[in-house]
């Protein structure tokens, strides 16, 4: 029944690791992002994925790298793990440009230690 | 580039008050303004989406009004219950949609 759900909920790991974080929606929606949430609780944006295709690509350490299979599911990919990658990663779906809203995930707690 | 403000950045009240947040946006050019709430530890809820054609909308004992002329728009709560407690977020697509900018949030605790 989950609209947009994530997995990991949690994720703590060592420096310099490489990690995957996976994201699915059922709701039909033709757009998927992904945010970042920092400690002080600032959403940001990360990605815009489209039908597949990327739409937008904020400055982001190359680190990250989406990637999308089909238009029900965006992963994110981190390679080199940094101390400062610990947030709280959110997907997202919506329609075309959000027209009724977006649908957010639970959100991936990712501690790097 | 779209910056959203929210005031204040934290607020408490008694239970039974009614409040108003504030969110305010420096581009007028939103597709729409939607509202969150985030509980601690949790995801995002959706409460309200204001189309950037409409004025406000209402959800029970929630109310938001959108004034795209003056960048602002307000979350009003009535009869605040400590299940209310959460942290609230403003956030506005620009007009090309798929950048979705979202305001600083202001933590509300209503006291049984």
């Known amino acids: 029944d989950t609209a947009v759900s994530q997995t990991p909920k949690y994720l703590v790991t060592q420096m310099g690791n490489d990690k995957s974080i996976k994201c699915e929606q059922n709701l039909g929606h033709d757009t998927m992002y992904w945010y970042k949430q920092d400690s002080k609780k600032f959403l940001k944006i990360m990605f815009s994925?489209?039908?597949?295709?990327?739409?937008i690509n904020e400055t982001v350490p190359n680190r990250f790298s989406p990637k999308s299979p089909d238009k029900a599911h965006l992963n994110l990919h981190i390679n080199s793990l940094e101390l400062g990658d610990s947030a709280v990663y959110f997907c997202?779906?919506?329609?075309?440009?959000?027209?009724?809203?977006?649908?957010f995930g639970s959100g991936t707690r990712l501690t790097v230690v | 580039k779209q910056e959203v403000t929210q005031i204040p950045a934290a607020l408490s009240v008694p239970e039974g008050e009614n409040l108003v947040l504030n969110c305010s946006f420096t581009?007028?050019?939103?597709?729409?303004l939607q509202w969150f709430r985030q509980d601690p530890g949790k995801g995002l809820t959706s409460l309200l989406l204001i189309q950037s054609s409409q004025r406000e909308q209402t959800s029970g004992r929630l109310n938001a009004s959108l004034d795209k002329s003056s960048g602002r728009s307000t979350l009003y709560i009535a009869a605040s219950q400590p299940g209310d407690s959460a942290t609230y977020l403003c956030?506005?697509?620009?007009?090309?949609?798929?950048?979705?900018?979202f305001g600083t949030g202001t933590s509300l605790t209503v006291i049984p």
């Open positions: 994925y489209n039908n597949k295709e990327l739409i």
């Open positions: 581009d007028s050019a939103i597709y729409n």
């Open positions: 956030a506005a697509p620009m007009g090309t949609g798929n950048q979705f900018y």
């Open positions: 997202a779906s919506s329609f075309q440009q959000g027209i009724v809203g977006y649908t």
